[in-house]
């Protein structure tokens, strides 16, 4: 479970094919300070640390992760996003995040507001009952607070803080982004599915 708070950015060192898997190595702040066998999430992707060296550390993405996220299309260099999972002895400062990605959006609109940032996404129609105006939401595995939402669209504020340490400032119009909808939600539209 993790909080969507991110702890630092990682950048993509290297990549390998392993059959229908991708290994990726990520170096990171937080890359020496990991233990072997931990769930760290990575733009939103909950993945368990392979092995550690030289402030580095190495994952595996299997088919279905690389089906329905965007990390089939993580190159070397790029910028991602890492937190470690919660500890139930803090403080919950973002929403309850389980770093199993259900879609992925596309970026269609992003504005700098004078010291803020906007950003528009689409998603698929069969998501729209997942999306409510203030509600919550994981993108790139940072909970934000959605707002004007539509059946296939929402926007998203950027504080500087999170503009700053996060990669939302590389993203641009046709940029595409790990999605994890609330979790209270998805179990409450589930059930409303099977009530009648």
Known sequence: MFTGIIEGRGIITGIEAEG???????????SDELTIDQSVAHNGVCLTIEEIS???HKITAIAETLAKTTLNFWAKGDTINVERCLQMNGRLDGHIVQGHVDAVAKCIGATERAGSWEYTFSIPKEFASLIIEKG????????????????????????????????????KEESEVNIEFDMIGKYINRYMQFKK
């Open 20 to 30: 229908t898997n991708r290994t990726f190595w990520i170096s990171s702040p937080i």
């Open 54 to 56: 030289g402030g580095q």
């Open 136 to 171: 919550s939401i994981t993108i790139n595995g940072i909970s934000l607070t959605l707002f004007n939402v539509s059946e296939t669209t929402f926007q998203v504020a950027i504080i500087p803080y999170t503009f700053e340490h996060t990669n939302m400032q590389y993203l």
